[in-house]
């Protein structure tokens, strides 16, 4: 075990532990995704609901998440292993591995359709399209099957690169560059949007809660969404935290990361909606709002050859530094357990993605009759991890670390052995043992048709 300590990779600094936590936080689930599933849900009474779970549920999860990694320095299935040997909580390890499997195949799918788009703005291909001609480019290109394809592969192999460079070659790096400048160019499209003519009622719809929009459905989404931007619930950060130093602060890391995440999800919202609203498109139109709304406004403001070809570049390094938060779950799952070098397990997990990632990529196109429940292979990913396995990996994180680590555990790794004060503790302890696992079971039972709210 001293041996694996010893040679196991580490982040160097507290910048760069945050760097490249947020780094996984902050991505397409921000950006892409937020924005659409604030659009399906109506607005502004989803936006409440989904803060409430980010402070009340995502936050001590993600905590409970750093607590397992630090204290165990080991990959998510290893750290359950060493912290209840004999005991089948390794199971929700397993679970995280299989979760990362789904979410990086239809995750990389559309961080690929971002490499299109870098590729579009570079050649000025929205440039005269009217708002029409700009949707059906995107339908067009998402059925097609080789360039979605090219893109996929690109992405992943992007994503393997950095990962064989490591934890703080590779990773930290990498982040520590990229995730300033994606705030910076938010910003400046924010300011962007929300001056154009006709842009209140994006404001409105973000920011004025409408109740009677909110089903049992809205909720589970708003968890699910939830779990998903925070990267919590397969532990992604069971793994990033088992290579934070001992002297870093749990607490305060994992608020800088929830605050950094929320307030990028909301500037999305701000830099997307006003301008959906401006330019008539509808809110609720799916997981196309971004590469269709966006252009858009692209080629109407001034020097938007140059934001666009920004703004998707670093909508890719966004996905990219959360792809390879994803692909780290599995190396390392297969570094430490498995006993592969990093190489070799980076490019098994690579291409063991790559299968299901190529059933996704598909989805609209040659694949577009292969149904389950009527969702297509992309969708039905989407759904059973962002709103089944993660929610129940959370659910059964909080468990662990308040019913079965305990709390002087709890307490000792969360005050660096009792070095720092954590005025938080009581406040922790009761969300973990009971409000938490009651709020996610609630959302399941009734997701399940168990229970009516
Ligand atoms: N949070 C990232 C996003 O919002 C995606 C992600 C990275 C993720 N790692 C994860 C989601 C782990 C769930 C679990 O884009």
Excluded at 42 to 63: N, R, S
Excluded at 271 to 293: D, Q, R
């Amino acid at each position: 075990m001293s041996e694996i300590l010893n040679t196991r990779d580490s982040f160097g600094s507290k910048f760069g532990v945050i760097a490249a936590t947020a780094g996984s936080a902050i991505g397409l689930g921000n950006i892409w995704r937020f924005p659409y599933v604030v659009g399906e849900n109506g607005g502004g009474a989803f936006l409440i609901i989904y803060l409430a779970f980010v402070l009340a549920i995502g936050l001590p999860v993600m905590l409970s998440e750093f607590i397992i990694g630090r204290s165990s320095q080991r990959n998510a299935f290893g750290a359950f292993k060493v912290l209840a040997p004999g005991k089948p909580w390794y199971l929700v390890g397993v679970m995280g591995v299989v979760a990362a499997f789904m979410i990086l195949s239809f995750y990389t799918a559309v961080a690929g359709w971002t490499l299109e788009y870098i590729y579009q703005s570079f050649a000025n291909g929205f440039a005269g399209k009217s708002s029409a001609e700009l949707s059906s480019m995107f339908t067009d290109f998402r059925s097609e099957s080789w360039r979605p394809l090219l893109w996929f592969f690109v992405f992943m192999a992007m994503t393997a690169l950095v990962i064989i460079a490591g934890v703080k070659n590779g990773i930290e790096k990498y982040t520590k560059i990229l995730m300033p400048v994606l705030l910076v160019i938010l910003v400046v499209l924010c300011i962007r949007s929300v001056t154009l003519e006709g842009a209140t009622g994006g404001l409105e719809f973000l920011f004025k809660p409408d109740f009677s929009k909110i089903t049992a459905r809205t909720v589970l989404e708003a968890l699910g969404q939830a779990f998903f931007s925070l990267s919590i619930g397969m532990g992604t950060l069971i793994t990033y935290s088992s290579y934070v130093s001992k002297k870093e602060t749990l607490g305060s890391i994992s608020f800088s990361v929830a605050v950094a995440d929320t307030m990028i999800a909301i500037l999305a919202g701000v830099a997307i909606f006003p301008a959906v609203f401006a330019f008539g498109i509808e809110p609720g139109s799916g997981e196309g709002l971004v590469y269709i709304t966006l252009p858009n406004i692209f080629q109407q403001m001034a020097g938007g050859y140059v934001f666009s070809l920004l703004f998707f570049l670093l909508l890719g390094v966004a996905a990219l530094t959360s792809t390879i938060s994803v692909l780290e779950v599995i190396v390392a799952y297969f570094v430490e357990e498995l006993k592969l070098s990093r190489k070799k397990a980076t490019w098994l997990a690579t291409g063991s993605v790559s299968v299901v990632g190529i059933m996704c990529t598909l989805s609209w196109g040659a694949m577009k009759n292969v149904e389950l429940f009527g969702m297509n292979v992309f969708s039905l990913l989407d759904f059973i991890s962002a709103n089944i396995l993660l929610p129940l990996g959370g659910l059964l994180i909080v468990v662990f670390v308040g019913w079965f680590l305990g709390r002087n555990k709890a307490k000792a790794e969360l005050s660096n052995e009792g070095r720092l004060k954590v005025v938080y503790f009581p406040a922790f302890m009761m969300i973990v043992k009971f409000i938490a696992p009651i709020a996610i079971a609630l959302v399941f039972l009734q997701q399940i048709g168990l229970i009516r709210l």
